[in-house]
């Protein structure tokens, strides 16, 4: 199984950006798909998830009403749309597959089943 994400870099606050993750190794449409991010110091934190078909999305309250997750089945691809950036969301971003929707948001992380290596966001003025 492979998660690759890309899309991060440095933006300004108030800036959007938009995550990718693509997937391998795994039949996609049976899992459901995360975002979970990771600042420097800090544990990892759920930030959103969607159920298989893309229908059902999941949000933590720091960036519900900015960020959307969205995924295309036929690309085996989950999208991170962020928007309104803040200087809190500096972190890095990691993509995450399980079949159970709930496991991508309540964790613990070592009990996901698969993950991605990351994409570093930056917001910075």
């Known amino acids: 199984v492979q998660l690759v994400e890309s899309g991060g870099g440095l933006v300004r606050p108030g800036d959007s950006l938009r995550l990718s993750c693509t997937a391998s190794?795994?039949?996609?449409?049976?899992?459901?798909m995360g975002w979970w991010r990771q600042a420097s110091g800090t544990e990892r934190e759920f930030v959103a998830a969607?159920?298989?078909?893309?229908?059902?999305?999941y949000y933590s309250s720091s960036v519900k009403g900015r960020f959307t997750i969205s995924r295309d089945n036929t690309k085996n691809t989950v999208y991170l749309q962020m928007t309104t950036l803040e200087p809190e969301d500096t972190a890095v971003y990691y993509c995450?597959?399980?079949?159970?929707?709930?496991?991508?948001?309540?964790?613990?992380?070592?009990?996901?089943?698969?993950w991605g290596r990351g994409t570093e966001v930056t917001v910075s003025s």
């Open positions: 995450a597959a399980d079949q159970l929707v709930s496991r991508l948001q309540l964790g613990p992380a070592n009990s996901v089943y698969a």
């Open positions: 190794g795994l039949a996609f449409r049976n899992y459901a």
């Open positions: 969607t159920n298989w078909n893309g229908n059902s999305t």
